[in-house]
């Protein structure tokens, strides 16, 4: 089974500089990668998904993630940050095809500061 | 989320009383997940569905139980309460399953006291 590690649990910033959002993953040989965003009292939303092809992958809200298969990363970057991407962050993977739901991790809370 | 609703959105029980949670979706999708979200543990899959009358176990499936006797419904049961089961539950659903696709509802919040 998959297993996903958040390293950090919160990370703070700054408004309008750069982050990155750790996460790691079990080895398998195929993985499908996920990032979802929780806004206060709301249901997870998609931010961006790795499935195959290109490493680098762009999402919703100039968000993007770059898989090292080598590392077993998918870290979730951004170059500037906004006050409203304050939330709470979640990595999560599934081991290709399969009707069982995906692994999440523990989550990131990134409070951006003014 | 458009498709998908949960109820009740809060729910406040006592130990030991049944409780059961409803998953409605207006998209016919196939498969069908059941989560609970927890500080500090992310969220956990409970069970899941991958079709009217298919369900699986998922992680944290002890003292849960769930049925889905037609594709729009998914429903979660928690036959004798516990304060252990005090949590956020979200429903997703997904049309072609393998992780991917993912439609999460708004949540129910449940206290047991």
């Known amino acids: 089974a998959q297993s996903v590690t958040q390293l950090d649990s919160q990370v703070p910033v700054f408004e309008e500089a750069p982050v990155e959002l750790r996460c790691n993953y079990s080895s398998s040989v195929s993985v499908y990668l996920f990032w979802y965003v929780q806004y206060p009292n709301q249901g997870l939303q998609l931010l961006l998904k790795y499935l195959s092809g290109s490493t680098l992958v762009k999402g919703i809200n100039g968000f993007e993630a770059e898989f090292n298969k080598s590392q077993t990363s998918f870290h979730l970057r951004k170059p500037s940050v906004h006050i409203s991407d304050t939330a709470e962050y979640f990595c999560a993977a599934h081991s290709g095809g399969g009707a069982d739901g995906l692994t999440f991790g523990k989550g990131t809370h990134l409070i951006i500061q003014p | 989320d458009a498709g998908i609703t949960q109820s009740p959105r809060h729910k406040v029980t006592e130990t030991g009383t049944p409780v059961t949670l409803r998953c409605h979706q207006t998209?016919?999708?196939?498969?069908m997940y059941w989560y609970r979200q927890d500080p500090g543990h992310g969220l956990r899959l409970i069970h899941y569905?991958?079709?009217?009358?298919?369900?699986d176990k998922g992680e944290v499936s002890d003292g849960y139980s769930v049925s889905r006797s037609k594709t729009e419904d998914f429903l979660l049961t928690l036959e004798s309460a516990t304060s252990s089961q005090t949590s956020v539950y979200f429903c997703?659903?997904?049309?072609?399953?393998?992780?991917?696709?993912?439609?999460f509802g708004s949540g129910t919040r449940l206290t047991v006291v």
């Open positions: 569905s991958y079709g009217v009358k298919d369900t």
């Open positions: 997703a659903i997904s049309e072609i399953g393998g992780g991917y696709g993912y439609t």
């Open positions: 998209e016919n999708h196939r498969y």
